[in-house]
């Protein structure tokens, strides 16, 4: 015979799947920043390939990794506050 769940018994469990869901989505956003971190390393390498073979000027350059650090802080910015909410 099973036995019934009161509302504290499910509440309490909502809020532990709750917050096993933050964690998991905590875990996902520190590792893309993680993935972020490396693939502005390989970007600053690219461009600078780029410009030591003279297909890209040094100002344009720094610009586009500047322009894809600022897209990217953005879209940490939104997702940080998605995880907030």
Same mark, same amino acid.
């Given at each position: 015979?099973?036995?019934?769940?009161?509302?504290?018994?499910?509440?309490?469990?909502?809020?532990?799947?709750?917050?096993?869901?933050?964690?998991?989505?905590?875990?996902?956003?520190?590792?893309?920043?993680?993935?972020?971190?490396?693939?502005? =390393?390989?970007?600053?390498?690219?461009?600078?390939?780029?410009?030591?073979?003279?297909?890209?000027? =040094?100002?344009?350059?720094?610009?586009?990794? $500047?322009?894809?650090?600022?897209?990217?802080?953005?879209?940490?910015?939104?997702? $940080?506050? %998605? %995880?907030?909410?």
């Amino acid at each position: 015979m099973k036995k019934k769940r009161g509302k504290s018994s499910t509440k309490k469990s909502t809020r532990a799947s709750t917050n096993k869901v933050k964690k998991l989505i905590n875990t996902g956003f520190l590792l893309s920043v993680g993935v972020a971190s490396i693939a502005k =390393e390989n970007v600053d390498k690219l461009v600078m390939d780029l410009v030591k073979k003279g297909k890209l000027n =040094e100002k344009d350059g720094r610009k586009l990794v $500047q322009d894809l650090i600022k897209r990217s802080k953005k879209e940490r910015d939104r997702i $940080q506050a %998605i %995880i907030k909410h």
